[in-house]
């Protein structure tokens, strides 16, 4: 990302390409595409496609096309890099090859058009890009336009491409008229000059550049607190995220069919004025909203985006996330961003609790000599954060087998009485391959939890052994395969759902011993393979045997050979001396963090209940978890 000079706003747009399994995106490979407009969808697609460079060396060449005396965002000015140039129409010749696409984003107008010589001005701007396109001997073409070009509609009518509007136009439908001859101008070019041509009909977007004057106004006054004032009755109108619009334009250019039109808008994103709001108003605690017949409201209308749906696209960010973070991105104020109503406003407080859980288990470890390190997350958030990452919700420690068999053998007698060790062996009900420790009188209980009523469901922290492996390469490859099967087995008959493998041999095998075998044998299976070389003299790799990542293969058992202490919160807690490479192994880059728009906390609780411990805050001079 560094590489790119993004904000972290700008660094999830740019991602949006690299979000989507079924986007043919390597059908721009070694391509040149232009790109036109050079407002704040015209650099989202520039950043997206040469981040695909970095990331997949896609070899595409971008550029953006100007008009010689044109506007366009000055960020554009600040890209250094060789797959990527500004090119003025009066300086076509100078490119040295033929463009091979063509996105138009500068029909994407502000809310009102108002004039004959505005008018005339984006029809002379169309023919000109057309003749660019001519030059360049460019073959396809994408236009972004605004599905105004449908007028007004009758209440409660969404309309589809194929449509017709209702409405008569007139002098209020002057922006309508003009997307109509815009389409219009490239649909004839592209017969006259043989080329395709898809058009994209956007929602308004939702991003603190909108387009939309409305959007931008209604952003800027829930941001500074000022007070809302929208129209009582207006009519619906369909909104977009500008991710789901970068997503929407690409999937269009890569899947798309020829000579086609396609609505595009986010999910459960119709909503009237009042409406759109009174969630921006949720969003933002000093906003208020008055509704009034007097108040404002934005032109456009309902539309659904079944056609583009069809192409395998589908709506990522919905509009009320959207409209928080583009708040925060018109706060400008390099804070990092997160979704913070999770957990019922309860996250700051469960991270409180599992700081204490952390303690509780630094005192034990310590005082009977166990090393262990923070795992998963928790070692991720010391590094990059010094503390947790802002939207965890759960925190992980790490032990070699001998350690962690050590530990538990000393909970007995070191737990205290509100803490429970929820083990295989102590609840029956229970089938996680690693301990997780848990406070009695609580509840925090998980989608997958909450089907067990019988088990344990307090706030939690979990304990993992990092197990050894064969030092045969051959062998390793078996081990980890054999284990990682095995713990398939046992989730999947747990959770009563077929197991679904690699192939369908694989499938179909796995399905067959799910059934033939009761759960208690399949356990012992997995713990069997989980810890079967933990006796092995000089062993020289370990395996994530009871995480998540037990796929990733082996890595050097020297990387877990010495902790060092770092800053954590308000305390100091242990990670390996070689967090670097082991880091690597778990997350690549992994102080690339992830993006903006999927901050969200990772379990889907579907219980919360904090009991005494609402409100707790963890102190220095406690060791363990008091309220």
């Not at 991003?207 to 931008?216: C, G, I, K, L, T």
Request: aromatic residues 10%.
């Amino acid at each position: 990302m560094s590489e790119l000079l993004l904000n972290q706003f700008e660094q999830d747009r740019a991602l949006v390409a690299l979000r989507y399994k079924n986007l043919n995106i390597r059908k721009l490979f070694g391509k040149s595409v232009f790109i036109a407009g050079g407002g704040e969808l015209a650099f989202s697609l520039v950043s997206s496609l040469r981040m695909v460079n970095l990331k997949k060396q896609a070899g595409i060449a971008v550029f953006l096309l100007v008009e010689d005396n044109e506007s366009y965002d000055r960020r554009f000015d600040y890209i250094d890099s060789s797959d990527f140039s500004i090119v003025k129409y009066s300086s076509l010749n100078a490119v040295n090859k033929c463009g091979d696409i063509l996105i138009e984003t500068g029909f994407l107008l502000s809310d009102r058009v108002e004039g004959v010589d505005v008018f005339k001005n984006h029809i002379n701007r169309a023919n000109n890009i057309i003749s660019a396109v001519n030059a360049l001997k460019i073959k396809e073409t994408v236009l972004v336009s605004d599905a105004s070009i449908y007028g007004t509609l009758g209440k409660d009518f969404v309309i589809s491409e194929k449509e017709k509007t209702h409405s008569a136009f007139n002098s209020d439908s002057l922006k309508a008229m003009l997307i109509q001859s815009v389409e219009n101008l490239y649909f004839s070019a592209s017969h006259m000059y043989d080329f395709s041509i898809k058009a994209v009909r956007s929602g308004k977007i939702i991003s603190a550049n909108s387009s939309s004057d409305f959007v931008r106004n209604m952003l800027e006054s829930a941001v500074h607190g000022k007070s809302l004032n929208v129209k009582n009755r207006s009519p619906k109108v369909s909104y977009i995220s500008v991710n789901d619009l970068i997503s929407a334009v690409l999937f269009v250019l890569c899947n798309g069919e020829n000579n086609q039109v396609y609505n595009a808008c986010s999910d459960t994103s119709t909503v009237n004025s009042a409406e759109f709001s009174l969630t921006l108003s949720d969003s933002f605690d000093e906003c208020e909203v008055n509704i009034t017949s007097a108040g404002d409201s934005t032109d456009g209308c309902a539309i659904d985006c079944t056609r583009l749906k069809k192409l395998g696209w589908l709506s990522m960010v919905n509009y009320k996330d959207a409209l928080l973070i583009s708040g925060h991105e018109v706060m400008d104020d390099d804070s990092i961003f997160m979704f913070s109503d999770s957990y019922d406003g309860k996250l700051n407080d469960i991270q409180q609790i599992l700081l204490g859980f952390l303690l509780e288990v630094d005192r034990i470890c310590k005082k009977h000599n166990i090393k262990y390190f923070l795992g998963g997350g928790s070692l991720l958030g010391a590094v990059r954060h010094k503390g947790f990452i802002p939207w965890d919700d759960d925190a992980d420690v790490m032990m070699l087998r001998k350690d962690y068999d050590r530990f538990l053998s000393v909970l007995p007698s070191e737990l205290p009485n509100y803490l429970f060790a929820q083990t295989q062996k102590n609840e029956k009900d229970s089938h996680f391959p690693f301990t997780k420790l848990r406070i009695n009188d609580t509840l925090l209980s998980t989608e997958f939890t909450s089907r067990f009523p019988n088990i344990h469901n307090g706030i939690f922290l979990d304990v993992l052994a990092q197990d050894y492996t064969s030092n045969s390469a051959f062998l390793r490859k078996i081990h980890m395969k054999a284990t990682a099967s095995s713990r398939w087995l046992v989730l999947d008959k747990w959770r009563g759902t077929s197991v679904n493998a690699n192939s369908r041999f694989s499938s179909l095998c796995a399905n067959i011993l799910r059934k033939i075998f009761p759960l208690g044998f399949l356990q012992k299976v997995q713990n069997k393979l989980i810890s079967l070389h933990k006796n092995m003299k000089n062993p020289k790799y370990l395996f994530d045997s009871m995480g998540r990542n037990v796929s990733r293969g082996a890595f050097p058992a020297e990387w877990l050979d010495e902790a060092i202490w770092v800053d954590f919160e308000n305390a100091k807690l242990p990670i390996p001396k070689e967090y670097d490479k082991y880091l690597k192994y778990l997350y690549g880059d992994y102080m690339e963090m992830i993006p903006v728009s999927e901050r969200h906390v990772s379990h889907d609780i579907k219980q919360i209940d904090l009991g005494e411990y609402a409100g707790y805050v963890c102190k220095d001079s406690f060791a363990k978890l008091e309220k």
